[in-house]
């Protein structure tokens, strides 16, 4: 539980709710962004990027040990005679990518004290990893929740997949009950809608994460590209001056002691933990995490994390 949070504002003030031009005039800075695959790609429709795929009637690319639930057709008899062990050919073809986007808009995501909400940075995160994909023909889709209601998208391409996301992320909540409350509960659901070859981006302040949240890292993981972007306010990793202060959850009122040493400490100490845990769990799923803060622009730290990605590999942590 996210000890800040609060209840949007009309649109009309700025950094409280992202609004559908800003997103869509994000296009530009998108362009700026490297999303070009870092490992391999196993889609399944014509696009733009060279991918090794299973298949016949393609350029021979390489051979690799056989796994469960390679085609048999594509057994490679000469590697399998001489290295003793079953191989399989890959071969290359051009090829798009679907790309997901699992956007948090829960409440603990409604809070900031500098510049904008964190659930803003979100929606403009997935705005510009959206366009970036767009821009390079892949099929873009996802999942945008809060406690209320979620909006689901399959990947298409030139944007239908998108424009109807960014929507989603302009509305406030709303009363009903067809959300999610949990990062958790969210991606349990899109496992079991992600296919292999895809890029899949996480947005959230991850305040939920503990180390067995490892499961639906991993079935995200298995087989695609997985970005987890890091979203916090600066209050949340230094404690404000000593003093009360009022919070809420949304739904409760309380007030939060940090007038002793030992309370603050301990305040730091859990922004600290999760932070720790995501690392742990990034570099156990191979997945590369990036972090955002309410004070920074978000095109260019975007662009800084996804060039540490570059260097990295398949793995890594950009800030």
Do not use: C
């Not at 003030?13 to 070009?36: H, K, S, Y």
């Not at 949304?250 to 690392?279: F, I, K, P």
Request: no cysteine; hydrophobic share 40%.
């Amino acid at each position: 539980m996210s000890f800040l949070a609060s209840t949007p504002a009309p649109e009309t003030q700025p950094g409280i709710r992202a609004g559908l031009t800003e997103l869509i005039a994000l296009r530009e800075q998108a362009r700026r962004l490297d999303l070009a695959p870092r490992g391999r790609v196993l889609a399944t429709r014509s696009g733009g990027h060279l991918s090794r795929f299973r298949g016949r009637g393609m350029e021979f690319d390489e051979s690799r040990v056989y796994q469960p639930g390679d085609d048999p057709r594509n057994m490679d008899w000469r590697v399998t005679a001489r290295a003793g062990t079953p191989h399989v050919k890959l071969f290359r073809e051009e090829r798009e990518r679907p790309v997901w986007l699992l956007v948090d808009q829960g409440p603990a995501m409604r809070f900031g004290t500098r510049v904008a909400f964190k659930s803003v940075l979100a929606a403009r995160a997935a705005a510009l990893l959206g366009w970036a994909a767009v821009d390079r023909a892949d099929r873009v889709g996802g999942l945008v929740f809060d406690e209320s209601r979620h909006l689901e998208r399959r990947p298409a391409a030139r944007g239908s997949g998108l424009l109807p996301l960014l929507e989603r992320l302009t509305e406030p909540p709303t009363a009903g009950d067809r959300g999610y409350d949990s990062l958790e509960v969210a991606a349990g659901h899109l496992v079991r809608l992600v296919r292999p070859g895809s890029l899949v981006a996480v947005i959230s302040d991850f305040a939920g994460v503990h180390p067995q949240s490892g499961r639906w890292l991993a079935q995200l993981a298995a087989g695609s590209e997985l970005l987890l972007i890091m979203v916090h306010d600066p209050m949340e990793a230094a404690a404000p001056p000593p003093g009360l202060y009022p919070v809420t959850d949304g739904r409760r009122r309380g007030v939060l002691d940090l007038t002793g040493m030992r309370s603050r400490a301990s305040y730091e100490q859990r922004y600290a933990a999760r932070t720790q845990t995501l690392e742990l769990l990034a570099r156990r799923h191979r997945a590369h995490l990036l972090h955002l803060v309410t004070d920074e622009p978000v095109g260019p730290a975007l662009a800084r994390g996804l060039r540490a990605r570059a260097g990295n590999g398949a793995a890594g942590v950009g800030r």
